[in-house]
């Protein structure tokens, strides 16, 4: 709530901010998704190292693997000859797409369309924004069942992945990443730190500043002229993994 500047400091937030301590000093063992997150845990809570373990989210390739885009999704949604840029996921205060729309308003290439899939408290303000804008370029849907997820992947030519400029996000590793790289659908990612080394790191895709217009729009002509040369390999991936044996690697690790 203090990132985003709904609350601002006060007794409450410190409350938690103490119980947080106290718990990280209790807690048998601790569990930390990236590595920014054990590091901040370590040294500013004055935690053990081998207390921490980083298990990063993984992806369940049962069910997110490649497929041929479905064709008649991207006909019912009279999206045929775009290049679709989807943001499929929760349409939150953190995630910055306002700033996406506004963006979006700049681009006068009209084959390049945005598709954001989902709810969230920031939805009725977005949808005001882009009458307001009069985005021809832009569509919203309502969120979709899990079985249904993967359809509306498949026609994605590029996963929109971004985040507010907060440096509370370096260390963040969006799950919704993985099951991209697990449909091998690039990424257009608005985030610093550890995931922009992981998706750069494995030409995953491409990156840009978070809530830099400039640069945002910079990232989508570099797509537009260089989508060829992104070819995802999940053997060669480093730092995504099983769901399966990330669950083993924690039992493991916090068994007595």
């Keep these: 709530l203090k990132v985003v500047g709904v609350m601002k400091d006060n007794?409450?937030?410190?409350?938690?901010?103490?119980?947080?301590?106290?718990?990280?000093?209790?807690?048998?063992?601790?569990?930390?998704?990236?590595?920014?997150?054990?590091?901040?845990?370590?040294?500013?809570?004055?935690?053990?190292?081998?207390?921490?373990?980083?298990?990063?989210?993984?992806?369940?390739?049962?069910?997110?693997?490649?497929?041929?885009?479905?064709?008649?999704?991207i006909a019912d949604l009279e999206l045929s000859k775009k290049f679709i840029i989807g943001y499929v996921g929760t349409h939150g205060m953190a995630h910055g797409l306002d700033f996406i729309l506004t963006a979006a308003a700049k681009i006068t290439n009209e084959q390049i369309h945005f598709l954001f899939v989902g709810s969230g408290a920031a939805k009725p303000r977005l949808l005001e924004l882009k009458e307001k804008l009069n985005l021809k370029n832009v569509t919203f849907l309502d969120p979709v069942s899990k079985t249904e997820v993967k359809r509306y992947l498949s026609i994605l030519d590029v996963g929109l992945v971004n985040l507010i400029d907060s440096p509370v996000f370096l260390g963040a590793l969006p799950s919704k990443m993985n099951e991209l790289v697990a449909m091998k659908i690039p990424i257009l990612?608005?985030?610093?730190?550890?995931?922009?080394?992981?998706?750069?790191?494995?030409?995953?895709?491409?990156?840009?500043?978070?809530?830099?217009?400039?640069?945002?729009?910079?990232?989508?002509?570099?797509?537009?002229?260089?989508?060829?040369?992104?070819?995802?390999?999940?053997?060669?991936?480093?730092?995504?993994?099983?769901?399966?044996?990330?669950?083993?690697?924690?039992?493991?690790f916090i068994k007595v």
């Design 11 to 73: 007794v409450f937030i410190r409350f938690f901010e103490y119980l947080e301590r106290r718990l990280y000093k209790s807690a048998w063992k601790i569990v930390a998704v990236t590595e920014h997150m054990k590091d901040v845990i370590v040294s500013n809570h004055n935690i053990q190292p081998e207390k921490v373990k980083v298990i990063k989210n993984g992806v369940d390739f049962k069910q997110f693997y490649p497929i041929p885009k479905d064709t008649t999704l």
């Design 189 to 252: 990612l608005g985030l610093k730190g550890e995931a922009e080394k992981f998706v750069l790191h494995n030409n995953l895709g491409w990156s840009f500043a978070p809530e830099n217009e400039d640069s945002f729009l910079n990232a989508i002509e570099n797509i537009e002229n260089n989508l060829h040369h992104i070819e995802i390999d999940l053997n060669k991936i480093e730092g995504i993994i099983d769901r399966n044996k990330l669950a083993i690697q924690m039992l493991d």
